[in-house]
Every structure is written in C-alpha cells, then in structure tokens.
C-alpha cells in the first residue's frame, strides 16, 4: 500500500522538496560570494544555473503524482460533467436503475436478517442441530425432530458434545389478574441456556434437576410477555404466576431481542420427560428440537458421523420403531436458514430478472447516447485517446449512474423495508420475526456490488461499441458509419429480446402464483367462508379433566352465542382446515368388516369432531341421510358422517349408509365402532387443490375434547362480533383464554405462508419487470425510426405508400417480439415447472394453460403497442423534411 | 531555456549517472550535481535542477533513499543514500547502456560504409 501512503504523505515529500532547493540554492550563492561575487549577483547567477525553478518544482512534484488515480478522477469530474449536460438521459438511467436496486435490497434485506446474520448466541459455529432423518420419506425435507428415548440415550451415549439439550414447543394458558390468555412456551432441558450461553436480563436461567418431576414448576419469561404483562416490573423475579392452572415462580426474564430462530416463544419451563415418553414405544413420537455445543476441537463432520452411528445402534435394538432412521448434525446457522431458503431463492430470482431488465434498458439507452457521442470521441481518438481510455470514460460515467441509481434505490429500498415488515403480520412468528429486516451493513454491501456489477452490466456492452470507430469516416461531415450501426441495432435487438424474455417468464411465474391464490380464494372451499368469525378455544386438561365437562362447556358457550342477537348459527370444530399440508393431523382409521391392520398400516382421513350446528355454520351441504343431532349424545349410539370422497375411496360401488368406522383417536383402539348416517359434500384443502381428501366427522358430544374451534355465523361484519363472542365464552367461564380470533376469510387468506403478501410481491415485481420492458422496446423502436427518417423519406418520395413503411417498422417489433415471447415461454415454463418439482408437486398442463396463455398475450399486446406508436410516428414522415433533415 | 548547442541526454541517462555518484558515496543534492559536473569536466552542461525530478522519480522507485542531516558545513541538507534495489538497477543499466554504446560507435566508426 506504498502508493496510498505516497497520495496522502504527498504534502510533507513536496514541503521536502522545497526546502531542499532553497537550501540548494543558498549553498551555491554562498559559494559564489566566497568566490567575490556581490550577494545580489550572486542570486541571480545561483538562479541562472538552476533553470526554470517553477518548472523544476513542478516536474519533481509530478514524479509523484499517481496518473491512473489523478486520471480516473478526471474521467468522474468529466464524466460527471456530461451527465449534468443530458439530464434527461442521466435521470431515466438513475431512475430505472434505482426501481431494479431498491426491489433487490429490500428482498435481500430479508434474506439478510433470516439467512445470513448468524444467531444471537454465544460462539454460534460450536452449536448444532440434531436430527433424526428418514431418506425413505424423500422429497428433500428430512429434517425431523428427535424422540425422548432416542435423546436420552444420544446425550449419554455421544462424545463430540459438551453437552446435549432438547426443547418443545407448547401452549401455555395465563390466567390470574387480566384477561386469560393462551401462547406458545417452550419446554427446555435445564442447561438449555448454557448449551446458547445465553444469560439473562433478569434473575437467572434454570438450575440442574430443576428439570425433574416436582421441581419444574419454575418459569423464566420474555422481555415481550414481561413488558405486556408485568409492565417491565423488575420485582416479578420470585413472583407466582397460574400457567394451566398450576401455580410457577418466575426465576429470570430473558433479554430484549433474544429470540432463535423461527420460533419466538413467550416463556419458558423446564422439559420434564413423563414415564410414559420413555418407553422404547416412545421411540416413534420425534417431538423434541434438539440442540448440542461441540466439545472444543471437534468438527462437524465429526459430529455427523457419531450421530449416524448412535442412530444405527437405535435401528439395530429397535427395529420395530427405528427401521430405517438415521440422525445427523447441522450447523444451528445452516438449519435456521434452510427454512427459508426455498421461498428465498424465489423471490431473489424474481428481483434479479427485474434489475436485468433494468440493465438492458439503461444499457440501450448508453448505446444510443455513444452513438450520439461518435464525433467527440473521434476527436479524442485524434487527439492521442487510446481506445482503453475512452472505454474506462464510459464505464466511469457508467458508474456514476450506477452509484446514483444505488443511492436511490437504497431511499426507496428504506421504504420497501418498512412496507415489508408491516406486511409480515400472518403470523405471531412472523410479526416477530419482521423486526429482523432491517438494512444493516451485509445489505448495504450488497447493494454497492449490485450497483457496480449493474454498472459493468449495462455500460460494457456500449462502451465497447461505441468506442469501435472507423475515425475517418466519423470526422467526415455528415458521414454515416453503416456497418457501425448495424452492430449497434444487432445489440439493440439482443436487448430487446432479452427483455422481454425475462419479464415474459416473470409474468408467468406471478401469473401462476396469482392463479394459486385466486383458486384457494374464490373458487370454494365446500364451504361458504364469508360472515363467519372463528376463535381456538383450549380448555385446561387439570380443570376439565373429565369428558363431560368439556362436552358441557363448549354447549354451554354455542348455547350462549345462539341466544345473541345477529347470531345466525354458532358451532364448534376440532379440526377448522382441512390437514393435506400437515398429514400428522390425518388420523387412521377401520372399517368394520375388513380385515383388522396395524395401526401404522391403516389408512389416513381427516377427522372432525363438531357440535351439530357445525355443518349448517360452514354451509357444508348433507348429501345423503341425515345431518347430526343435539339428541347424538353419550346416551346414544356412536354415529359418523363422511364426506363424498371417501364413498368413492372406500365404497366405491356399496351403499355407505350403515356401515361402520372406528377412528384411532386415542392411544388405544376404541371399543365402539360409529355407523355412518349421512354424506357430506367435500371441503377442499386451503393450500392445493387435492381432490380425494376424505373427511369423517363425529359428534362433539360423543367425542369430547379440551381444544375446539368456535364457528359462529353472522349477519352482520363478523370481525365487530368479536366481543360479544369473548363475553359468551366467559359467561361460562371466565379464566378461560380464547386466541386466534380471526373471521373465516382470514384464516383461508392467511392460512399458507402469508400466500396474499408473496403474491402482491411477486406481482408487483412482474408489473415492474413489464413496464420496464416496455419502455425499453419502446424506446429502441423510437429510436430505429429516429434513425431511418431519412431513409423512409427516400422510399416514401420514390413511391412507397405509408402502410408500407408502417408494415417495415412493424415487422422488426414482431419479430423481436416473436423471439423473445418464444425464449419467454419456455425459460419461464420450465422454472416454474423446476420449482413445483422442488416443491414435489406439478401441476397438469391443461391447468396452467390459462396463465400462459394470458401471460403470453399480456406482452404481446404491450410489444405491439409499443412498437406501434413508432411506427405510426414513422409514416408521419414528410419525405421532403426527412430528405433535408441532414 | 535551452542554450542553443545543448543536447538533452537520452532519458534514464541523469539518473544512471546519480545512481553511479551515489554508489560511490551518498551526497545532498546539491554536492551530487557538482560532483557529476565536476567529474564530466563541464562537458555535459545539465542544469543544477533539473537534478531535482530525476532524484523524486529514483526516491518513488525506490532505488535510492534520502534522510535529512546536518552537513560539514553546518547546513541542513538532505542526503541521498543508493539502496540495494538501486544498486542493482546500477548494473543493469549500465551494462545496457554499454551495449547500446557499443551499438552505436560500431556504427560511427570510420573506414566502413
């Protein structure tokens, strides 16, 4: 770095030099006035034989100039210069740019604060995930969690780790002063803190054994949960709190910001493993997230192998339960980004096309202002430029709109930030998680690369063209390089092509997007969705340990809400959504009368169990026999109904009526079988259109459970019917939480990864990717009859009719157009049939064609116009004004 | 401001002589122009500064170094020292230089052509 301390030192090496002629000089006067010279001639001599001592000065101080620095910053004066005397130009350039760099940075900032800033834990790279893998399952997820058997003896067993933690998730009800509420907690191994050596803000984490049976009744809570319930009172520490009805002491309050992960839970409570869940039968539940810090020195990959060989060992001796699972190791960092990194990619493409469109625009405008700019850089080849020189001058200048163009992508980026983050609201997780896009330093460098790379992108091509010159015929008056600019139209068209390829296969990838969401929207559900309001109710297992009061509470409550005014019907579900996407919440099933499986054997249904009202609140229709009956009580038989698709599963050609099913609910198989009375029509999975989900619904009142979903039906705005609903349920008891109090069009609308927000993206990106190639072919249509007016005008005065000139415009736009929708079509087609393939689902041809097909018109139609208003431009031209336009 | 009959050396030709001087023993500037005066007989007629550039463009190269000191005669001067890396580029240039002159009185010399 000799030449930066040189640049700066600069200064003191000239003030050196100075001195140091001055002392040149007076040593030679001296001499000469020992010599017997006066003082005064002496001087004058002394300076004679120096020579020109401004010159000398100033030639010795340019030895240390550095030219390829001092000359790049006379390209930026220069160029920016240039940019200052076409504003038009530099403003559309910067303008196109910046819309391309703020949709890349805002998505980037997410996958910054999801993917790329590593966990809030101590010295994360020591810490891994452990989990158990089933490569049978297939479909690249295989990431499951870990049994209570298998963690037990994986942490005693291992060696690679100082220590070995399990966590779970689980719901937590907070009743005591204020309205109850219920929320997701974590239950933690004891040491779990110490495995994140994480500390916290109040009090303490737990303490070894405080994770056996009788001493766990202690709770460490969130600096959100203190803050909204305990108003930051930093005495809550030793406090009791009622969590599902026992009674916890608050022992620590973790600090403002810690969260790992996806999960933000609101408390926690150390993880004691029941007897029960240590039974090798135990082995088949994988519930735990488990978590381990590598002893110092040992790797991942070390840790890998152990793990899959204690998972072995686990195949051997349990066959049974174990058949076919492995175990393996990932960097904590690694697997909290994987769960991003499908959708990432995603979006990160769809914004990448976009700043390529925005490239190929700016690009072509550099190249028709270098072809504007031929004579000046003639002279400058003239005048001794080499050609390097003249293509740094563009890229320079390219930079200076790339850097402008950053700058106010990154202004308009803040704003798309916080549009996102009001946008990540479908979830509790995701609201907390929006805190976490934010432009921090990662996305700031980001967008420099992005903006230089774009620079080298749109200005290199140009550059190079531009400065291609055949110097005589260019310094001629009015001379015309031919061959120069059918190269330069060759490069337009490319561009325009590429253009148009690349927001044709954007349009289609929103396209499809929207398509999916329309159809979960409004093309049915089985149900009618609309003035309906939902709310999870789940009661205490302690408080309503016994069937029939859980079966007495939700009666009473529907009881309630029925009696309120605007109330059309109310009803209660345990299942709201039907289960496709999460195929644990199927439930197996027999038929009486078939031969008896094992239960892991059996077939797989969704299951329902709901009050009688259910069915007429969601407008389900009944089909065939009856409906279900207050009178379907414990008293009577056990009855069922099915949906049609599970007749044309499982009787196909028999009556269904009167036969029997037994659902495996519980642990145990039931004694009693259900007969089937009625047929109901199918409610359609919220997520993908799977037609044969079979459904089997049950009588609430035969098979109470503790956590059910009220439905009530209104015939006003249901989202006001909220308070009145609340009251209802604590007429009956007034501890009881109520959560998820959400109309029935949230709950589709939300119901898959936020479908509403991904799609309002992606199609805001494709309206951007469209417009921006609009105006590009516009653009480079204008420019081409620009060009040509000269030659038209020799056509039109030799003869040729306005149709024709019309019909030669036309014809280069829809050609280019032909090319690029036909490129188009099959990038787009085949993206997104590898993303459905990485999703493990495609969808039939026939379904798609619509989008396609409208996609493919979308652009035509707006490559046409936009090549049309040129061309009508062109036939407006007066031979005699084109013929003198020279 | 050239004198007319004056010939510029051909370039590098100043700074081989002042790597040459300095080799001999480290100077301030104004004794190395003396010097190389003194020791050309006054056949080559160099301008005292023009010394100046040359000795910036050797410092920047590195081949020689300089340090301010306080001369016999009691005045501050600025030394210059030959480094290694200039003494071999000494070498260099001086077995191109004779080369070059060997070059060239070949060609200058009478009774051929």
């Known amino acids: 770095m000799m030449w930066l301390k040189q640049l ?9 030099l100075s001195e ?18 006066s003082r005064k001639e002496a001087s004058a001599a002394a300076r004679r034989e120096f020579g020109n001592l401004a010159l000398i000065e100033q030639d010795s101080r340019s030895a240390w100039r550095w030219p390829s620095i001092e000359n790049f910053l006379m390209d930026v004066r220069f160029g920016a210069r240039m940019l200052r005397k076409n504003p038009g130009f530099a403003a559309v350039a910067v303008v196109t740019l910046a819309l391309g760099i703020a949709a890349n940075t805002t998505i980037f900032s ?11 834990i101590k010295d994360h790279t020591g810490v891994v995930m452990i989990l158990s893998t089933d490569p049978a399952k297939g479909g690249g997820w295989d990431q499951n969690p870990v049994s209570v058997p298998d963690f037990v003896v994986w942490r005693e067993q291992s060696h690679s780790f100082e220590d070995m933690v399990a966590s779970q998730l689980s719901d937590f009800a907070l009743t005591g002063e204020g309205e109850p509420e219920r929320f997701d907690g974590m239950r933690v191994s004891a040491s779990y803190f110490d495995v994140l050596g994480v500390s916290p803000a109040l009090g303490r984490t737990f303490l070894p054994g405080e994770d056996q049976p009788g001493r766990d009744q202690v709770v460490i809570l969130s600096d959100g949960l203190w803050q909204r319930r305990f108003g930051s009172n930093p005495n809550v520490v030793g406090a009791a709190v009622r969590l599902n009805g026992d009674s916890y002491k608050v022992v620590g309050v973790m600090p403002k910001g810690y969260r790992l992960g996806y999960y933000g839970p609101q408390l926690w409570t150390p993880l004691v493993f029941p007897p029960q869940s240590l039974l090798p039968a135990a082995r088949e539940d994988r519930s735990l997230d488990v978590m381990a810090r590598l002893k110092s020195g040992v790797s991942v990959e070390t840790a890998k192998a152990e793990m899959a060989a204690l998972a072995q060992r686990s195949e051997q001796t349990y066959p049974g339960t174990s058949k076919g699972w492995g175990a393996t190791a990932w960097p904590i960092q690694k697997y909290l980004a994987d769960e991003f990194k499908v959708a990432m990619r995603l979006l990160m493409g769809t914004v990448i096309f976009v700043l390529l469109i925005a490239c190929a625009n700016i690009a072509s405008l550099q190249l028709t202002r270098a072809a504007a700019r031929q004579r000046e850089f003639a002279v400058r080849v003239a005048l001794g430029a080499s050609r390097f020189r003249l293509v740094r001058q563009l890229l320079v200048e390219s930079l200076l709109v790339a850097l402008a163009g950053g700058g106010l992508g990154l202004l308009l980026a803040s704003w798309g930030v916080a549009l996102l983050r009001g946008a990540l609201n479908w979830s509790d997780y995701v609201t907390s998680m929006s805190g976490e896009v934010t432009l921090d330093n990662t996305v700031l460098a980001f967008t420099l690369g992005a903006s230089v790379c774009a620079a080298i992108l749109f200005g290199l091509a140009p550059a190079l063209h531009g400065t291609a010159l055949d ?10 390089a031919g061959s120069q600019s059918r190269a330069r139209n060759r490069t337009h068209s490319v561009l325009v092509t590429a253009e148009i390829t690349l927001a044709l296969a954007l349009l289609i990838g929103a396209g499809l997007d929207i398509q999916d969401l329309l159809q979960k929207l409004y093309n049915g559900f089985g149900i009618d969705p609309n003035q309906v309001l939902t709310a999870n109710i789940s009661l205490s297992s302690t408080r309503y340990k016994d069937p029939s009061k859980q079966a007495d509470f939700f009666k009473n409550v529907i009881q309630n809400l029925d009696a309120l005014p605007g109330v059309i019907s109310a009803g209660a579900t ?51 026999g009856r409906s279900l009956l207050p009178a379907d009580n414990v008293q009577a038989p ?10 044309q599963r499982y009787f196909p050609n028999e009556e269904p009526l009167g036969k029997r099913v037994r659902l495996d609910t519980s642990a145990s198989d039931r004694a009693d079988w259900s007969e089937i009375v009625g047929v109901v029509g199918d409610v359609k999975d919220l997520a993908r259109e799977q037609k044969d989900m079979s459904q089997v619904y049950e009588p609430s009142l035969q098979r109470p459970s503790t956590g059910m979903t009220l439905v009530v039906r209104t015939r006003s705005d249901p989202a006001a019917f909220a308070p009145l609903l609340r009251r209802a349920v ?3 008891d007034e501890d009881q939480p109520i959560t998820r109090v959400q109309t029935m069009n949230q709950v589709i609308a939300d119901y898959r990864t936020g479908g509403v927000t991904v799609c ?14 609009v105006v590009g072919v516009f653009g480079v249509m204008a420019y081409t009859v620009a060009q040509r007016t000269h030659e038209m005008g020799i056509r039109m005065a030799l003869g040729a009719k306005r149709s024709d000139v019309l019909r030669m415009v036309l014809r280069k736009g829809i050609f280019l157009g032909a090319i690029g929708v036909g490129i188009g079509f099959a990038l787009g087609a085949s993206l997104m049939w590898l993303q459905q393939a990485s999703e493990g689902i495609v969808m039939p041809f026939d379904q798609r064609a619509p989008v396609y097909l409208a996609a493919v018109f979308l652009i035509s139609l707006t490559v046409l116009l936009a090549t049309y208003i040129p061309a009508r431009r062109a036939t407006k031209v007066d031979p005699i004004v084109a013929l003198r336009y020279e | 401001m050239k004198k007319t009959g004056q010939r510029d050396l051909f370039p590098g030709a100043l700074e081989m002589m002042i790597l040459r001087t300095l080799k001999r023993q480290p100077l301030h500037g104004y004794a190395l122009v003396q010097h190389i005066k003194r020791t050309s007989n006054d056949l080559l007629q160099i301008e005292e500064g023009s010394l100046y550039p040359a000795l910036q463009r050797l410092l920047k190269e590195e081949l020689v170094k300089a340090e301010w000191s306080i001369s016999s005669t009691n005045r501050r001067v600025r030394t210059y020292k030959l480094t290694a890396k200039g003494a071999k580029h000494l070498e260099q240039e001086v077995s191109r230089f004779e080369k070059m002159l060997e070059g060239i009185t070949r060609v200058l010399a009478p009774g051929e052509s």
Do not use: C
């Not at chain 1, 700066?8 to 050196?16: A, C, T």
């Not at chain 1, 001055?22 to 006035?33: A, D, M, N, P, R």
């Not at chain 1, 110097?471 to 015309?480: A, P, Q, V």
């Not at chain 1, 919440?585 to 329902?608: M, W």
């Open chain 1, 471 to 480: 110097l005589h015929s260019t310094l001629k008056e009015g001379g015309r």
């Open chain 1, 730 to 732: 604590w007429d009956v």
């Open chain 1, 574 to 624: 345990t299942t709201l959504v039907p289960s496709a996407t999460e195929p644990e919440r199927a439930v197996t099933f027999s038929i009486a009368g078939q031969p008896v499986l094992l239960r892991k054997e059996r077939e797989r249904t969704d299951y329902y169990a709901i009050s009688s009202h259910y069915l007429r609140t969601q407008q389900i229709p009944l089909l065939r």
């Open chain 1, 8 to 16: 700066f030192s600069r200064r003191r090496l000239y003030n050196d």
């Open chain 1, 760 to 773: 309002t993206m992606m199609a805001t990106f494709a309206g951007l990717a469209l417009g921006l190639a």
């Open chain 1, 20 to 37: 140091e002629i001055q002392q040149h000089l007076e040593e030679k006067i001296e001499e000469l006035v020992a010599a017997g010279m």
């Open chain 1, 638 to 647: 056990p009855v069922a109904l099915v949906n049609q698709a599970f007749v």
């Open chain 1, 110 to 120: 997410m996958v910054s604060g999801w993917m790329l800033r590593p966990p809030r």
